[in-house]
């Protein structure tokens, strides 16, 4: 075991639950990033799990079932396990911020959106929105994971003198964020560069775009931070 | 009440458990009136659970309508081989309580008066009707420690008491109640995989 006497100790108390709230708290955020720790956490409850078969049952004072179905189904409307519709309610968001922002050129990359969004078959039809905040969307890249054909349109990217848009796919298996070619004005990158990725690595990989020097990386490395980033959700079958 | 003779039972017998593995995995292919079934047969344990833990009343309602919703969400992550169904929800149920109890707040539960804890019986494992093997394997080992350092261990499970309630609880400092934890958890580990 790697983990440490203490962060094991730490992992005990937090399933038997005696931690005190700052304490609790931290560890419930470690927890997120350090896969042992989880792990810890998760076998400890499991060893002390049986003591919850001797609890002595208490009848709730009313029957709660009907109030859990009525959340359940309220969170089904509002998203559905697979994202299709997390999709859906982002898509409406962004739709509205871009009409709303940009006009002409968002409402066509909207059309290309929707149909896209509408177009039938198996999940392997994925788009990422590429946004700095849910409201402010400013390219949709669109990828077919079986050939991994990679289109990028902009919605609401303002054009930057003597600059250019890049994509970059960003995945801890790859090392150092990937190039996926420059963005053009038309909104198409050159260059269709996905096929040399796993399946798996395009599906749960970041795409984020920088602002490089017009024609983009002198270097192959991004020249800043990403100025959009988003990640792969499935569009509806 | 629930009573034993209802079917499914709640209680840690294997066919019991069979029966709730097979209703969690009815629930994880969206089966509603699975879930009905396995609300049923385990609610009452469930707001046994979160009930001892959060002793009011509306908070207890809370955490039990939100410890199904997740059982919903997550049944198709049951893995048998680590658990009973109803240890596995009942995990769960707890986790949703304790993460109330011990929300960061500015004035928090901790600062209740001395008194204000939770009636002095503890739960006793040893009067579960029936037991599985992991409870039978848990109760021997608990059975290991000291009296004072057992009764810590199930107040904190079965009541959600802190390091700091238990201290009060006991008369004892932090430290000290850190100590028995500590010694107390990995007494229970080793005896528990030997």
């Not at chain 1, 905040?133 to 303002?158: G, M």
């Not at chain 2, 040893?126 to 608990?142: D, K, P, Q, T």
Request: hydrophobic residues 45%; contains cysteine.
């Amino acid at each position: 075991m790697t983990l440490s006497s203490d962060d094991d100790f730490a992992a005990a108390e937090f399933a038997l639950g005696t931690l005190e709230p700052a304490g609790r708290a931290r560890l419930a955020a470690r927890r997120l990033r350090e896969p042992e720790l989880d792990t810890a956490i998760r076998a400890w409850e499991a060893r002390l799990a049986a003591l919850s078969e001797a609890t002595p049952p208490i009848e709730p004072p009313v029957d709660l079932l009907p109030a859990i179905e009525a959340r359940i189904r309220a969170a089904a409307a509002t998203s559905a396990p697979d994202g299709v519709a997390t999709l859906h309610k982002r898509l409406a968001r962004w739709r509205a911020a871009a009409i709303g922002a940009t006009g002409i050129a968002a409402a066509l990359a909207i059309g290309f959106v929707a149909r896209e969004a509408t177009r039938a078959g198996a999940p392997k039809e994925f788009v990422a929105i590429l946004q700095k905040s849910a409201d402010s969307p400013a390219f949709v890249a669109s990828i077919n994971l079986d050939s991994r054909e990679l289109t990028v349109r902009p919605l609401a990217a303002p054009p930057q003198a003597g600059k250019s848009y890049e994509l970059w796919i960003i995945e801890p298996k790859l090392g150092p964020p990937r190039s996926l070619g420059v963005i053009d004005a038309a909104g198409v990158t050159r260059g269709a560069r996905l096929a040399a990725y796993d399946r798996s690595v395009v599906q749960d990989a970041t795409y984020a775009v920088t602002v490089e020097p017009e024609g983009g990386s002198p270097d192959g490395k991004p020249s800043g931070p990403p100025v959009f980033v988003g990640k792969l959700v499935p569009v509806e079958p | 009440m629930s009573t034993a003779e209802e079917t499914p039972k709640a209680t840690g017998s294997a066919a019991a458990g069979d029966d709730l593995a097979l209703l969690l995995g009815r629930v994880a292919a969206r089966d509603a009136a699975a879930f009905a079934a396995l609300y049923r047969a385990t609610h009452a344990v469930l707001y046994g659970v979160v009930a001892r833990i959060l002793t009011r009343g509306d908070a207890s309602g809370e955490a039990l309508q939100e410890a199904y919703v997740r059982i919903w969400e997550k049944a198709g992550e049951f893995d048998p081989a680590k658990g009973s169904p109803l240890g596995w929800m009942a995990t769960i149920a707890r986790n949703r309580a304790l993460d109330e109890v011990r929300r960061v707040r500015p004035a928090s539960l901790e600062d209740m008066p001395e008194g204000f804890e939770p009636a002095a019986e503890t739960v006793d494992p040893l009067a579960a009707r029936s037991r599985s093997e992991r409870l039978a394997a848990l109760i021997a080992c608990l059975g290991n420690l000291e009296a004072d350092k057992r009764e810590a261990v199930l107040l904190a499970y079965y009541h959600g008491l802190s390091r700091e309630a238990l201290a009060r609880r006991f008369g004892a400092p932090t430290a000290t109640i850190k100590t028995w934890l500590r010694r107390s958890l990995m007494q229970l580990r080793e005896c528990l995989e030997s």
